[in-house]
């Protein structure tokens, strides 16, 4: 029986990224959270074929995005998350990112205008930059189990 490792690249801790503060880094908020709905719920949604992805997401634009526009420039001001929840939708890789994001925003919509700003702040704050502790965690797990 042969036995391969898999080693991972230990990539060095970006030292100049933008750091926003995390409220508490043992438990992250994740987008269900702030979404405030059940896994089914998002499926039920996400699965729902009626309304095409394409037509989705310009209804996400045009009824909830560009409403929104001004509180979600004065919610963060050193990020245009307008502009961000729209290049999201207009840049995913692929149909069903477009979908995801269309539907995040649209279950978020209905818990209020403060779901949408909270969206957009969750996936700057831990998916496009994440801090610093998350690299750090990370590498120190790949040192130790190497």
Known sequence: MVSSTLLLPVMPVPILLPVMPVPNPDSPESIHTILTCNSDEF????KNQTLPTDVLSNAVVENIIRPNTERLRTADERYRLDL????LLDHAPHPLGKRYVAVCLDIANKKGHDGVVNAAKVWVQYLLLPSQFVYFR???YLLLNS
């Not at 499926?43 to 996400?46: C, D, H, L, R, V």
Request: net charge positive.
């Open 43 to 46: 499926w039920k949604s996400f």
């Open 84 to 87: 961000l929840l729209s290049a």
């Open 138 to 140: 990370r590498n120190v």
